[in-house]
């Protein structure tokens, strides 16, 4: 709600000790009980300094007394009973003038209209002028895979289904499912290709573009929109990374048995993309057997399983950076610096 000076935003808050991170209780609280305090906001205001002033009210203990350089993570309530379960994350999906989305680590710099103006295009997770501060120590993602990588593993697990295509027993019997599967592996393959190196400039990375797919779910024409490729590109996308369309024309993850294939396969590349091939091939033939022999397969991979199996000691992160990213650095490291000094003075 707006008032003639500015915009009313309830910024709430999980968490409390910075140091320990969020609690079980934390994540479970419903939105609608978590400590909140009201402030009146610019358009223009950056959210960094909202969140500082925020913090400031909310009388929280931060390294240096300030909210720049030590909030990580923000999320947006989607409701008064809604939750910040699996919602940590130091990035936050905006919108390009066009219409595009695009992913960024620095949500610190973007004022506040800009998440206003991603919530009106259908972009951005939650209400806009309810925030909640995530209070939690840096944290690593680990090793996660680049699009190139992608592309990659979708090429050995297509490679992978053509050669149990030639196989009799169930796979002959089946012989029409593990057809439409490898053929959504060179689908999907093809579509993102030209696409991958504009997806990269905008902050994309195959894990944020499934989070973000599965945190605000899409209908065709808007993922096309927001992706920048055409509707038929879009679908082949989707349905390699593990979505299905429900019965209201909107894409969901894992929706159906075959989904749910494709989906747990994404998870391991993105999560484990430094798995030796015959590992990868192994895990996803485990699969498909599950899958042809039970007719359903788990979206969820064995955790356990890709925690020890074993990896290529020459793998090589690659993802091309944003052509900003120095900048964006220095410009978040002189603006803490400088709340700090303003904090000594």
Known sequence: MSSDTGIRMTVARAGSDWQLGLTQEDFETPARMLPAIELEVAPDERMGDVIDRAAKAHEMELPNDTAWGAIYSIAFSRGPESTVFGRISSEVALVELDGKVRWTPWWQLEPVSEFVRASEAGVLDGNPLEPILLVHPPMGNGVLADFPGLLEAWDVIWSLLEHLDTLGGAYAAKKLVVDRLRNRYRRGRDAAEPHVEQWERRGGRPDNLVRWLKDVPQTTEAASKALGVTDDEAQAVLEALGFALDTEGVWRFGLDSESSLNAGNATIVIHAPDLVREELEAIVEERV?????????????????????????????????????????????????????????
């Open 289 to 345: 057997q599950a899958l042809i022999e039970k007719d359903e397969v788990p979206v969820d991979p064995d955790w356990e399983r890709l925690g020890s199996a074993p990896r290529d000691p020459d793998y090589r992160y690659e993802r091309r950076q944003l052509e900003n990213y120095e900048d964006r650095v220095k410009e978040l490291g002189e603006i803490t610096e400088q709340a700090r000094r303003d904090l000594a003075d």
